[in-house]
Each structure stands twice: as structure tokens, then as C-alpha cells.
């Protein structure tokens, strides 16, 4: 089993978790764009129930590109994503790799919404593609 450990920029909100994650992935979404200020977010997808809080985060609800329901976890005092649930993959939360206290393990294998990439952004030939969310 995989220890996944790490927090927000300010060190207010910590999470744990021991599990391995269901997939990692590369979303070019335009929210996701939107949220992390750049082309795209890394995520790592966690059964929601192996994942440990500590720590008060705002959750900020919406609707992804997905036009599905989504809930952005982020910490209230410096602003850092730290994860998501969405309708479309209900038991799941995807947590911003960028967060993890140890990044070097992170491989994704899907790129999600691709239709929404900037066209700038090459990356790894062997993930898998996808222009929206695989359902």
C-alpha cells in the first residue's frame, strides 16, 4: 500500500492517505485551468473514504466542464488546491499532485479533456487521450 502524504502551501491543512490510487491523470479542463492558474492540473485519484484531513479547507461548489457537480477543496488561508470531488466519479477524490510532499512517483497514464488543451501543451505520447471525460 502507498503512503500519500502532503498539504498546502502554508502548512494549515495536511491530508494522509494508505491506499494506492485508482489512476493519476493530466486534466486540461478549462475550471481546472482556471483553478490552478495554468494549462492544466495533475491529478491523483483516492477512494474518498482512505483519505485523511486535517486541517479547516473552503470547499468552493460548482460545475465542471463535465456538466456535472463538482466540489474544489482548497485551503482558506493561502488559497492552494488540495482536492476534488465530482459527480462524474463519485467515491473518488482527486487530489492536486502538486501538494504531495513527494512528487516522484507521479506518472500519469490519461489526459483528460483534450478538446481543451492549450494547444501550446505537448506532452507524453503514451497516456491515454481522451477529449472529455471517459464515462
Same mark, same amino acid.
Given at each position: 500500500?502507498?503512503e500519500?502524504?502532503?498539504?498546502?502551501l502554508?502548512?494549515?491543512?495536511?491530508?494522509?492517505?494508505e491506499v494506492?490510487?485508482a489512476?493519476?491523470?493530466?486534466?486540461?479542463c478549462?475550471?481546472?485551468?482556471?483553478? @490552478?492558474?495554468t494549462?492544466f !492540473?495533475v491529478?491523483? $485519484?483516492?477512494?474518498?473514504?482512505s483519505? %485523511?484531513?486535517?486541517?479547516?479547507? =473552503?470547499?468552493?461548489?460548482?460545475?465542471?466542464?463535465?456538466?456535472?457537480?463538482?466540489e474544489r477543496?482548497?485551503c482558506?488561508?493561502?488559497?492552494?488546491p488540495?482536492?476534488?470531488d465530482?459527480? @462524474?466519479?463519485p467515491?473518488? !477524490?482527486?487530489?492536486? $499532485?502538486g501538494?504531495?510532499?513527494?512528487? %516522484?512517483?507521479?506518472?500519469?497514464? =490519461?489526459?483528460?479533456?483534450?478538446d481543451?488543451?492549450q494547444?501550446w501543451v505537448?506532452?507524453?505520447?503514451?497516456?491515454?487521450?481522451?477529449?472529455?471525460m471517459?464515462v
Amino acid at each position: 500500500m502507498k503512503e500519500i502524504i502532503g498539504g498546502c502551501l502554508c502548512g494549515q491543512v495536511r491530508y494522509r492517505a494508505e491506499v494506492e490510487p485508482a489512476f493519476t491523470a493530466v486534466c486540461h479542463c478549462k475550471n481546472c485551468q482556471k483553478q @490552478v492558474g495554468t494549462a492544466f !492540473t495533475v491529478w491523483v $485519484a483516492l477512494p474518498k473514504s482512505s483519505l %485523511s484531513v486535517q486541517g479547516t479547507v =473552503k470547499t468552493f461548489l460548482g460545475t465542471g466542464d463535465s456538466s456535472q457537480a463538482v466540489e474544489r477543496h482548497f485551503c482558506p488561508d493561502c488559497g492552494s488546491p488540495i482536492a476534488t470531488d465530482s459527480a @462524474v466519479l463519485p467515491g473518488l !477524490t482527486l487530489v492536486n $499532485a502538486g501538494t504531495l510532499d513527494d512528487t %516522484s512517483w507521479i506518472s500519469p497514464t =490519461k489526459e483528460l479533456f483534450c478538446d481543451s488543451a492549450q494547444p501550446w501543451v505537448k506532452l507524453s505520447g503514451a497516456m491515454q487521450r481522451f477529449s472529455r471525460m471517459p464515462v
